[in-house]
């Protein structure tokens, strides 16, 4: 159930103020026995609430009276004072953030081999845009097929968002695909690539025939291999992680001449009917 103490009030202070919505205007010893708070705590309630502008009072008066201001106001000023609060607080967040990140990008990586894997839809999407914000170099992709990286929906749209960003960072992006993903991907997926990664220096897109598998080559050090699902081949069933610079020098020693032999695409060919 909402409360105002959900929105920074103290229990008396909830309390008092809907007490005074009742009461209409009173004074502080009339409230505390409305509210039940207690009378040594009534005035530092009362001027607490004045701080946060839910309170007006009327001085001239003797004793002096309160009132509360209106619910709708009320809840408008402690919903901003909260936005106020959680922006400083993120401001903060990102300040520690900054620091740890200098901190702890100072260490040299071990390169050592490390395998992981990652079985259904939400896990290997995760694990997938895990490693391209990774990327600090170079992100090669490599596709044979449909996959869902090239759907209509949210996972489509996180990877295109991995590469804007790899692309903002000064990392060069490569994708080579089959002709026949090309041709067999919907217009609507190759207008989405072509108005937010055409125009990029950093972005190309070449096919080769007879492309096998659907994968990902990090920084010539790690490499993700998407699995079909044995039982529907155009659904990825898991995605493995393998950081190892052996094998990834070996994939790219295998890519560059296929990549070279490639015939360039324009991203606007993708939109044609």
Request: hydrophobic share 40%; with cysteine; net charge negative.
């Amino acid at each position: 159930m909402a409360s105002l103490r959900d929105l920074g009030l103290s229990e008396y202070e909830a309390r008092a103020y809907r007490s005074l919505l009742r009461t209409g205007p009173t004074t502080a010893k009339e409230l505390s026995r409305a509210s039940d708070v207690p009378m040594g705590r009534i005035y530092d309630v009362l001027n607490s609430l004045e701080q946060h502008s839910l309170v007006r009072s009327q001085a001239a008066s003797r004793p002096k009276k309160y009132v509360a201001v209106e619910p709708d106001t009320a809840l408008d000023r402690l919903l901003e004072s909260k936005r106020r609060e959680l922006q400083e607080k993120a401001e903060q967040y990102e300040g520690v953030v900054d620091e740890l990140t200098e901190e702890l990008e100072t260490a040299e990586p071990v390169q050592s081999q490390f395998w992981t894997a990652a079985v259904g839809t939400d896990e290997w999407i995760e694990l997938l845009v895990e490693r391209l914000a990774a990327a600090d170099d170079s992100l090669i992709v490599v596709a044979s097929g449909l996959s869902p990286q090239f759907d209509l929906g949210t996972v489509g749209d996180r990877v295109v968002a991995e590469l804007e960003d790899a692309l903002d960072r000064g990392v060069d992006v490569s994708v080579l695909m089959a002709p026949d993903l090309v041709e067999s991907l919907p217009r609507s997926v190759g207008e989405r690539y072509t108005e937010r990664l055409a125009d990029h220096p950093a972005f190309s897109v070449r096919t080769a025939p007879e492309l096998s598998g659907t994968f990902e080559l990090i920084d010539d050090v790690e490499v993700c291999i998407e699995v079909p699902n044995p039982l529907d081949p155009g659904e990825a069933f898991a995605m493995i992680d393998l950081k190892d610079p052996e094998f990834a020098a070996n994939v790219r020693e295998m890519f560059d001449p296929r990549w070279e032999a490639a015939a360039p695409l324009s991203l606007s060919a993708l939109t044609e009917e």
